[in-house]
């Protein structure tokens, strides 16, 4: 088979052609522009283009199929070349389906905990020596790339999203795979500037719900109201399974389930009911509770989800990807509640469309209320990037509902702020999914005033 990416440098794209590649296929690819790591990880497979830009000599009839990453735009040459000549062209997800059609699909979906299942499952399946295919949106200790589809894996565990397919595909992502077995972790707007209101979003999800299979099966999240309200409407011919926050307790800053009384490296509500939601993906596969636990008291948590940077006997600094209020908030209360005794310093990094729309901002009213010292910083070049207006401090401030809230839109500035602090008794949690202007936050970490 000989398949060109275009787009290659993708997070998905770039790990999906090295799958492909070690699959025994050939691969081609182009891009405008790749940054680190899908630049040294193509390259170390063979598959880094040879220039950057795109050439559509690089179409022929020769190839089998094109595979469109969203980074691309509907005029690009490539895309064009292909479309006359007639080629097959595939979204990344629509080629995540082709190549698994004939196994059993699990596919996790939900506006937050979708990476964090996903990572669960595969930890507890990788634990038992299970054959899977998976697809992740993260980098996984012990799995080499985040995507992995081989002939003969029974299963594949697919983190489902819900953005668009690619620009000539304005479906979500998660519509495409027909699960057999679906998760959806629960609802909060997200993707503004796809789903412009709050209805539009959350019908993905019903929508998501009518693509699982015939007698399929859903698992879903009770706590969410909005998401049992429209499981419970729902008409679709599937098995429904709930779940919530499993009993538990924390001593010493360790979490426990109980009766048991297993340890984890992870907690806070929000991972306790993703490790639920793993828990029943796992039975459906025939790995008992009693199993389960013996796994998961191993897992250390998915990148960038409450990832430690450094911990001592005073003070943990922790880098997290919540960007959402949802995400936001419960990252937030996680640490909180893990650590009562200790104070919370918490900055998270407007990064994305949506928390850089003036409209949406007031979303997040509330979400840093639980932290000592809440922090927004907002590197001004986002908005340049996006094409949007900046806005205040006072529109920052008044949209949290937070007088006491501080905020930053240089990063220098930020950094000084931080470093100043005392973090006797302390933790810091950095939120983002961004790079706060390039931070080098293992440096920051070593450098803060413990004492």
């Known amino acids: 088979m000989r398949i060109h990416f275009i787009a290659i440098g993708g997070s998905a794209m770039h790990n999906l052609a090295i799958a492909l590649h070690k699959k025994g296929y050939q691969i081609t690819g182009a891009d405008d522009v790749i940054f680190e790591p899908?630049?040294?990880?193509?390259e170390g497979y063979g598959l880094l283009p040879s220039k950057m830009g795109w050439d559509d000599s690089r179409?022929?009839?020769?190839?089998?199929?094109?595979?469109?990453?969203?980074?691309?735009?509907?005029?690009?040459?490539?895309?064009?070349?292909a479309q006359a000549l007639g080629l097959k062209i595939f979204s990344y997800p629509e080629y995540i389906y082709e190549q698994s059609k004939n196994?059993?699909?699990?596919?996790?979906?939900?506006?937050?905990?979708?990476?964090?299942?996903?990572?669960?499952?595969?930890?507890?399946?990788?634990y038992y020596n299970?054959?899977?295919?998976?697809?992740?949106?993260?980098q996984l200790a012990g799995f080499e790339t985040m995507v992995k589809v081989t002939?003969?894996?029974?299963?594949?565990?697919?983190?489902?999203?819900e953005y668009l397919s690619s620009p000539i595909d304005r479906r979500p992502k998660f519509h495409l795979y027909k699960a057999n077995v679906a998760v959806i972790s629960g609802i909060a707007w997200d993707h503004i500037n796809v789903f412009p209101t709050y209805a539009d979003y959350t019908a993905q999800f019903d929508q998501f719900i009518d693509t699982i299979t015939a007698d399929g099966t859903l698992i879903y999240c009770q706590e969410d109201r909005d998401l049992n309200d429209i499981v419970t409407r729902s008409t679709a011919r599937v098995n429904k399974l709930s779940y919530g926050i499993p009993e538990h307790e924390i001593v010493h800053?360790?979490?426990?389930?109980?009766?048991?009384?297993?340890?984890?490296?992870?907690?806070?509500?929000?991972?306790?009911?993703?490790?639920n939601a793993a828990r029943l993906v796992c039975e459906t596969l025939g790995i008992m509770q009693t199993e389960f636990d013996a796994a998961i008291t191993s897992f250390t948590g998915a990148a960038k989800r409450l990832e430690v940077i450094s911990a001592d006997e005073s003070t943990n600094v922790?880098?997290?990807?919540?960007?959402?209020?949802?995400?936001?908030?419960?990252?937030?209360?996680?640490?909180?509640?893990q650590f009562t005794n200790r104070k919370l310093i918490a900055c998270i990094e407007l990064h994305t469309f949506s928390s850089l729309n003036k409209d949406f901002l007031k979303e997040y009213a509330g979400a840093m209320d639980q932290a000592d010292d809440a922090i927004v910083f907002i590197d001004l070049k986002s908005f340049e990037l996006k094409s949007m207006v900046p806005f205040s401090e006072e529109d920052v401030r008044t949209a949290f509902a937070n007088p006491k809230l501080k905020f930053f839109n240089d990063s220098n500035s930020l950094k000084k702020y931080l470093l100043n602090l005392n973090y006797k008794n302390a933790n810091l949690l950095m939120m983002s999914s961004g790079n706060y202007a390039g931070f080098d936050l293992p440096e920051l970490a070593a450098a803060l005033e413990r004492n």
């Open 253 to 275: 800053g360790v979490t426990y389930l109980l009766p048991q009384g297993t340890p984890l490296k992870v907690f806070g509500d929000h991972n306790l009911m993703n490790l």
């Open 103 to 126: 196994k059993l699909r699990v596919v996790i979906g939900g506006s937050h905990g979708k990476t964090t299942i996903t990572s669960m499952i595969l930890h507890v399946l990788n």
């Open 151 to 161: 002939e003969d894996a029974p299963i594949m565990i697919i983190e489902g999203d």
């Open 318 to 337: 922790y880098k997290d990807f919540a960007h959402s209020p949802s995400k936001l908030k419960a990252t937030i209360d996680a640490v909180r509640s």
């Open 130 to 138: 299970r054959e899977f295919d998976y697809l992740v949106g993260a």
């Open 38 to 42: 899908a630049k040294s990880r193509l």
């Open 59 to 81: 179409i022929s009839p020769a190839l089998d199929a094109v595979i469109l990453g969203m980074h691309a735009r509907i005029d690009n040459p490539e895309l064009i070349k």
